[in-house]
Nanobody
Framework: QVQLVESGGGLVQAGDSLRLSCAASGRTFNSYPMGWFRQAPGKEREFVAAITWSGSRTAYADSVKGRFTISRDNAKNTVDLQMHSLKPEDTAVYYC???????????????????WGQGTQVTVSS
């Protein structure tokens, strides 16, 4: 069983930066691929970024590529999402997700993840 807790959300202005963090419990965290997703009001949950279990490879949605960076610290059981140049369209609830099947890739589909956090709100004003 894995529990995920996101933090770091808030209200910022367009162009600002924000860093989200996801704290995970579970002894095998360092073998899980991880991801960040987001859901804006009235929209479906969408992929944002993913990272392999080792942190050696990452993947990003086109909408955030070059602005967001995903990273992980397996010693601390954390996965972070550094967000720069935020836009109003980045406003959403951001979710951390873990894939419990040990594998070497990055994953961008909701059904590929087994555990989810409760989400943290990010609001970007114009």
């Amino acid at each position: 069983q894995v529990q995920l807790v996101e933090s770091g959300g808030g209200l910022v202005q367009a162009g600002d930066s924000l860093r989200l963090s996801c704290a995970a419990s579970g002894r095998t965290f360092n073998s899980y691929p991880m991801g960040w997703f987001r859901q804006a009001p009235g929209k479906e949950r969408e992929f944002v970024a993913a990272i392999t279990w080792s942190g050696s490879r990452t993947a990003y949605a086109d909408s955030v590529k070059g602005r967001f960076t995903i990273s992980r610290d397996n010693a601390k059981n954390t996965v972070d999402l550094q967000m720069h140049s935020l836009k109003p369209e980045d406003t959403a609830v951001y979710y951390c997700a873990a894939r419990s099947t040990s594998s070497t890739g990055t994953y961008s589909r909701i059904y590929e993840y087994d555990y989810w956090g409760q989400g943290t709100q990010v609001t970007v004003s114009s």
